[in-house]
């Protein structure tokens, strides 16, 4: 082993990773929420997505898969067992826009799938406190904007190919 890597203190690095704190949270109340739905038959990222439809304020799928953090692919990927259980429909809207939709299904699913949620959510703010879980929305919400303004600030400071040429 060379000596610059002796160096390196990689538990800390662990220890300390925003991104590898986020990834293991993340994965922890993914299976937090998904047991919740388990009895459901859904997963959260399906179950998410069915109240973003039902929601209605999304005007594109491109919009659904931006507010749940997924690319188009994951979102077709999981739009296509929900047609297959009869809880979601395509709509043509104006121009060439296709949105899902609840069909009257879904929108039962959706009010059984609020009630699992609300369940595994309190049971998180009630470990948490009231206070602590606003700080941790808080805390989340920061560290968002805080890579959303590195991100920005990456792609002002990388050249646009095209614009060099």
């Not at 297959?84 to 699913?109: D, F, N, Q, S």
Request: aromatic content about 4%.
């Amino acid at each position: 082993m060379t000596s610059d890597l002796k160096a390196i203190d990689f538990a800390e690095m662990g220890r300390t990773c925003f991104g590898h704190a986020a990834r293991r949270t993340a994965n922890l109340l993914t299976r937090h929420y998904n047991r919740a739905m388990a009895g459901l038959g859904l997963e959260l990222t399906q179950a998410q997505l069915l109240a973003v439809i039902a929601d209605g304020t999304a005007p594109s799928a491109s919009a659904i898969a931006r507010y749940l953090g997924i690319d188009r692919s994951t979102l077709a990927r999981n739009l296509r067992p929900l047609e297959a259980a009869g809880l979601i429909r395509r709509r043509e809207t104006a121009g060439r826009t296709v949105l899902p939709v609840l069909t009257p299904a879904g929108e039962e699913k959706v009010i059984e799938i609020h009630q699992a949620w609300q369940r595994a959510q309190e049971e998180l703010t009630d470990m948490l406190g009231p206070e602590g879980a606003e700080a941790v929305r808080a805390h989340m919400s920061a560290l968002r904007k805080a890579v959303h303004i590195l991100e920005d600030n990456d792609a002002k400071a990388t050249p646009n190919v095209e614009q060099t040429n």
